[in-house]
């Protein structure tokens, strides 16, 4: 089991940049896939990035490919999501996850932290 913990939100206008962090308890993090989605009020929650326990394989959602980029540092036990050229359609709570399957888009993660809220004011 992990347990995922989100650091890093926050307000930022629009067209700044933001860096999410996202640590990891055990010791396994590096065979855990790990995952960025996000829900914005009123809304499903949405993925938006995952990456593979070696790092070698990303996936990003179309609608922040080019602006975002997911990250980890496997001897920090931490993910990270550079997000640049923000947009006011970005604003939600944004979570991490994790899950020892090989990434996917299908199936919901098995672990998940807490959320840490992302604003961007236009």
């Known amino acids: 089991q992990v347990q995922l913990v989100e650091s890093g939100g926050g307000l930022v206008q629009a067209g700044g940049s933001l860096r999410l962090s996202c640590e990891a308890s055990g010791r396994t993090f590096s065979s855990y896939g790990m995952y960025w989605f996000r829900q914005a009020p009123g809304k499903e929650r949405e993925f938006v990035a995952a990456?593979?326990?070696?790092?070698?394989?990303?996936k990003y959602a179309g609608s922040v490919k080019g602006r975002f980029t997911i990250s980890r540092d496997n001897a920090k036990n931490t993910v990270y999501l550079q997000m640049n050229s923000l947009k006011p359609e970005d604003t939600a709570v944004y979570y991490c996850?994790?899950?020892?399957?090989?990434?996917?888009?299908?199936?919901?993660?098995?672990?998940w932290g807490q959320g840490t809220q992302v604003t961007v004011s236009s």
């Open positions: 996850a994790a899950d020892q399957r090989v990434i996917t888009t299908e199936d919901p993660p098995d672990y």
């Open positions: 990456i593979s326990w070696s790092g070698i394989t990303t």
